[in-house]
């Protein structure tokens, strides 16, 4: 019997219905994976994609690719491009920021393509916000086997380079002797999302 057959008022029950259909569409992190069509690439960690509901932006959680603008930034956004477009995936561990924008690890069948990037050397272990330290043990590998933005001798953590950007007298850190264990210290000492 529907909420109106109970003689509930209209508004309150497009209100519920709405919370349903939002809860359905949106599973909290954890929960079983989310399909969805990818449509298009912002950058080289952030999709456009079409869920049954409509279309949403997704952050890829637990990395960060260089800024278009950034040296890497194009080789990223184009590795990202071929891989997905037009394919379907699935959307793990997802956390709403908004109606629009959506945090989550995306697969594409089994692979986990947060974790493709930063094999490839297309992005670093976001030391912002992951709680993952095996991306830290992937972006040592790249490192080591010079991928993707690796190859250069000069770059900049693209939180460091948008810092920069905003204020003219901000100093990057010096990630060039990074590793894998100075990365997972950085994890251990980052708040927790939902800390």
């Known amino acids: ?11 309150l029950a497009a209100v519920v219905m709405t919370c349903v259909a939002f809860a359905n569409a949106a599973p909290a ?14 950058d080289g960690d952030t999709i456009k994609v079409q869920l049954p509901d409509g279309p949403v932006i997704v952050r890829l ?6 800024e278009l603008n950034q040296s ?3 080789a990223a956004t184009r590795a990202l491009h071929e891989r997905l477009v037009g394919l379907g995936i699935s959307l793990r ?5 908004s109606d629009q924008l959506w945090v989550a690890v995306v697969y594409l069948g089994d692979e986990n393509i947060n974790a493709w990037l930063v094999k490839q050397g297309h992005a670093w272990a976001y030391r912002g916000q ?5 991306y830290c043990a992937w972006e040592q590998a790249a490192r080591s086997l010079r991928r993707g933005l690796w190859a250069d001798k000069h770059w900049t ?3 460091d ?15 060039s002797n990074a590793t894998a264990a100075s990365c997972m210290r950085s994890i251990s000492e980052t708040p927790a999302f939902d800390d």
């Open 29 to 42: 992190r954890g929960d079983d994976a989310l399909a969805a069509t990818v449509t298009g690439v912002v």
């Open 61 to 66: 959680r637990n990395i960060d690719a260089p």
């Open 161 to 175: 380079w948008r810092t920069s950007k905003q204020d003219a007298g901000f100093f990057a850190s010096d990630f």
């Open 72 to 74: 890497g930034g194009g």
């Open 1 to 11: 019997m529907g909420l109106l057959a109970c003689g509930a008022n209209p508004r």
């Open 157 to 159: 953590a693209p939180w």
């Open 93 to 97: 561990d997802v956390t709403r920021q």
């Open 130 to 134: 992951t709680r993952e330290a095996d």
